[in-house]
Nanobody, 122 residues
Framework: QVQVMESGGGLVQVGGSLILSCEAS????????MAWYRQGPGKERELVAG???????NVPDSKKDRFSIFRDNRRNTIFLQMTSLKPEDSAVYYC????????????????WGQGTQVTVSS
């Protein structure tokens, strides 16, 4: 069994910064792409930033100026650095990882965390 767990969410003031972490654990053979998504109240889940196992990032243009994603493959962990936060950034932030579990014949599993709440107060 494999899982991912987010941490680092909380309450922050407008203009502030926050770093989220996501660690994958379990019977991991290999991890492919990892990514951060978010879902605000009444909104659909959207991609915030993604990163491949070899480091290439995918950050939507609307978020490139304030959001950065990093990866530590030795720790099976990704980070999301958020700056100049706005009230509209308030959401539950979810981590996603494409994980190949040991003994599963190379099948990649789409693994989601339970999310971490980020609230930006004005």
């Amino acid at each position: 069994q494999v899982q991912v767990m987010e941490s680092g969410g909380g309450l922050v003031q407008v203009g502030g910064s926050l770093i989220l972490s996501c660690e994958a654990s379990g019977r991991i053979h290999r991890i492919g792409n990892m990514a951060w998504y978010r879902q605000g109240p009444g909104k659909e889940r959207e991609l915030v930033a993604g990163i491949a196992d070899y480091g290439i990032t995918n950050v939507p243009d609307s978020k490139k100026d304030r959001f950065s994603i990093f990866r530590d493959n030795r720790r099976n962990t990704i980070f999301l650095q958020m700056t100049s936060l706005k009230p509209e950034d308030s959401a539950v932030y979810y981590c996603n990882a494409k994980i190949v579990e040991i003994g599963r014949g190379g099948t990649q599993t789409d693994t989601w965390g339970q999310g971490t709440q980020v609230t930006v107060s004005s």
